[in-house]
C-alpha cells in the first residue's frame, strides 16, 4: 500500500459526496488509504468572544458522520483504509496545504456555501491553483457539451498537449491514469488555422503553409513527446488527435462521456513568480462534463 493517502473534501454538500465516490475509487486504484478531511469555514476561533482548546474532534462531526454511514452502506469497508480528519479554518487555504503529503486531492465542483449558478468554488479554484499534489475536480451530471470531438467506445482519459510547450507532467499522469482505468489515452493536440498574415496595406495573404501540412507537423511532434512516456506502455491504447482549434474548447468538447480529462498548471516564471492556473485550464474546469485532473508542474531542473 502507497502510504501517501488521496485525500477528498467532504462538506456534506452533493458535489462533495460525488467527489467521495470518485476518490474511493481513487484510493482502490492505488492501493492507497483515503483520508476524507471537513474543514469548518465558520470556525469558533474566528468569533473574538471564544476561546478555543484544540482542533475539533473528527469522532463528533456530523458530516464525517455522514461519510462514514454512507461508506458503511456501499460496502467500503473491505476497500481503502479510511482516515476521517476535522480542521477549522478557511477551506481555500488548508486544503491546498494538505496537498503537501498527498498523492491526491480530490473536491467537488462548489461546496455547500456556494452560490447557485457558481460553476466552480473559490476552494475548488485555489486548491487547483495552489496544491503541491495533482487536484481533481469533480463536476456536477448533467453538464452539456454541444461539440464532440470523434472518439472511440470505451473509457477514455484526454490529456491536453500543446506542441510548443509539452507538459511533461500532465502527460506522464495522463498515461498512468488510463493504465490505471484500464482506459484508452486520447491526447488533443491543438493547432491554429486558418493562419492569417498580412500585407504592408493591410490586405489578408494567403497562408504559406496549408492544414494537411501544420496537421501532419503537429501530429508528428505529439508522438515525439508521447514517445518516452509510453516507453513501458506498448500496451496501452492511445489516439493522437491534431484538430484546428483552441485548447480549451477543444478539451471541453472531448470532455463528454471521457472518464478524465487532464490539463497542467503553468510554471512559475521569473517575471510572474505567483501561481496561476491559465486560461485554459480554467476554462476546461468551469465547463468540462468530466472529472477535470489539474496537475502541477515537474519541479525545474538543478
Request: with cysteine; glycine share 10%.
Amino acid at each position: 500500500m502507497s502510504s501517501a493517502p488521496v485525500i477528498v473534501a467532504a462538506d456534506g454538500s452533493d458535489d462533495s459526496l460525488r467527489a467521495l465516490d470518485w476518490a474511493v475509487r481513487a484510493a482502490r486504484q492505488r492501493d492507497a488509504p483515503l483520508r476524507v478531511v471537513h474543514v469548518r469555514q465558520y470556525a469558533a476561533w474566528g468569533q473574538p468572544d471564544v476561546l478555543v482548546a484544540g482542533d475539533p474532534d473528527a469522532a463528533g462531526d456530523p458530516v464525517l458522520d455522514e461519510v462514514r454511514d454512507r461508506l458503511r452502506t456501499d460496502g467500503a469497508g473491505a476497500g481503502p483504509t479510511v482516515e476521517y480528519v476535522a480542521l477549522e479554518g478557511a477551506p481555500g487555504a488548508l486544503l491546498p496545504e494538505l496537498g503537501a503529503d498527498a498523492q491526491l486531492l480530490v473536491l467537488g465542483s462548489r461546496g455547500r456555501g456556494g452560490f447557485a449558478g457558481l460553476l466552480l468554488g473559490s476552494t475548488g479554484m485555489a486548491a487547483a491553483r495552489d496544491a503541491a499534489c495533482p487536484v481533481v475536480v469533480v463536476p456536477p451530471p448533467g453538464r452539456e457539451v454541444h461539440e464532440e470531438v470523434p472518439a472511440r467506445p470505451g473509457p477514455r482519459v484526454v490529456v491536453g498537449l500543446d506542441v510548443d510547450r509539452p507538459d511533461e507532467a500532465a502527460l506522464a499522469f495522463a498515461v498512468a491514469e488510463a493504465a490505471r482505468h484500464g482506459a484508452r489515452l486520447q491526447v488533443i493536440a491543438g493547432y491554429p488555422w486558418p493562419v492569417r498574415s498580412w500585407a504592408a496595406a493591410g490586405e489578408p495573404l494567403p497562408p504559406a503553409v496549408g492544414q494537411d501540412e501544420i496537421e501532419q507537423e503537429t501530429r508528428t511532434l505529439a508522438e515525439g513527446f508521447l514517445a518516452p512516456h509510453l516507453k513501458d506502455r506498448a500496451d496501452l491504447p492511445v489516439d493522437i488527435l491534431a484538430l484546428p482549434g483552441g485548447a480549451a474548447g477543444l478539451l471541453v468538447s472531448a470532455s463528454k462521456d471521457a472518464t478524465l480529462v487532464v490539463v497542467g498548471r503553468h510554471r512559475r516564471r521569473l517575471l510572474a513568480p505567483a501561481r496561476m492556473i491559465g486560461s485554459v485550464t480554467q476554462a476546461v474546469l468551469l465547463h468540462a462534463a468530466a472529472p477535470v485532473a489539474v496537475v502541477p508542474p515537474s519541479p525545474p531542473r538543478e
